[in-house]
């Protein structure tokens, strides 16, 4: 199947940022490798959500079978290169390496995977051979990990796959969320075209799925639901949250995911007159904007609400976010945006107790710029357009935990708008689980 190829402009910030943590050579990846154990019992095996088969990979790039090793990591997990440079592996496979319990540094199994994925899948396109065409046809909504992953699953057990994604950009959060110094847009949209190469798989960009349809580049659910034998909905979260205080709306107050997809994807992006930035929150996404700004020259204080050790975000990036230069402020909270002529020039900070403010604690702290990462809405009311499908009360989509079927027969649903917001390592494993039941269902197996 012909398909368009996806290219981001030049000129996008993302673009300055160097990599965290670059490909390794030959020779760095065969000394590493041999550093391997090759556990038994690996505990880095039981880490992995996807069960990737860590010591066989590792043991194939240390005998020089980079091929083979590349094949054990795919098949367990089909984004395997986005995942290798995105996974938050000191706290999934790295942290649970025997290393780390002896306080020595334990195997670079996602640089490792790197190695071996990067240098095999532009040489080696044919690594996997899809079954032949079943007839029957499959549609995914969303392009994100979640989607990308079942939809390369089920070309390859032979069914016919359109992935309908409401943005122009396709990938998701691989594409227009991850940090830049672990993927860049380019590296994902590779990685997607890859996927888009093992089967019957058509990627519709600028479609949504909606309840009606009434405007071009709609489609309605029962469409959908009329035209292909099943529905996997890989829908992600909605927009950045706001926090409702005075003076929020207008310029200088940005949603966190909506400035990263700015940074990643925009030709020309600068941040005129910004000196000073102000982001509000504690989770990952809070340390990513944050840690990002400082890696573009602005001097960069988190404002979390409660205390450091109550944070949601990994201890490894913040340690990495304040070696680049970002503060934290604990324990306070903005009560209001303070602008002048228009223009945010300071917020008012309160003290917190609790998580609430404290009337009486204000104080004012100048800065240009508030980021606001305090979480995103859902984007799944389109789901309940598919009759039977339920969500819960955190407006997440409810499944069957072990077939990720939803209250219809015909839907299945995985990724961040079922788990409320992982790792794309869980979006490939949920979409797994949820390929497995598609596979029972369309041809008995
Ligand atoms: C800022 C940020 C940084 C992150 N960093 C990391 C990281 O370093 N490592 C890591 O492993 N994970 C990271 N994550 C999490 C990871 O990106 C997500 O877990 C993963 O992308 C989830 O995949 P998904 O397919 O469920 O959703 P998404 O990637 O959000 O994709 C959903 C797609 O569905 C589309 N869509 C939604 N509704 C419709 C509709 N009605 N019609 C058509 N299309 C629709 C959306 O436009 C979107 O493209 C990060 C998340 C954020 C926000
Ligand atoms: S736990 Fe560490 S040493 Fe053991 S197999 Fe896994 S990567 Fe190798």
Redesign the pocket.
Known sequence: MEQKRWELPPGRAEEGFEDKKPLFTLAEAVAESNRCLYCADAPCIKACPTAINIPEFIRKIGTGNVKGAARTILSANILGQS?AQ???VEVLCAGSCVYTGWGREPIAIGRLQRYAVENTLPKSPNLFQARPPTGKRVAL???????IAAAGLLALEGHTCII????QI?????TL???PY?LKGPQALKELEWVLSLGRIELRTG????EHATAPGQLAASELLSTHDAVFL????GADSRLGVPGEEGPGVEG??HL?ERLKVEPGFKLEGVKHALVVGGG??AL??AHELALLGVQVSMVYRRSEKEMGGYVHELDAARLDGVRLVESRQPVEVVRKDGKVVAVKLAATREGKPVPGTEELVPTELVVMAIG?ER?TQ?AKAFPGVELDSRGRVKVAAATHRTGHPKVWS????VNG???????VAEAKLAVADIQRHLVGE
Not at 164 to 167: A, D, P, T, V
Not at 207 to 210: G, I, L, N, P, R
Not at 421 to 427: D, F, I, T
């Open positions: 995942c995105a996974c938050p909504v969303g392009s994100g990990p979640a989607s309908y994604e409401r943005k396709p990938g998701g959060l691989n969320g991850i940090a672990k479609v949504e799925v909606v890989g829908l992600g979260l966190a995911t990263i990952n996404t990513d904007i995103q984007a389109v995985g990724g961040d708008c917001g992982k790792e794309v390592v869980n979006a």
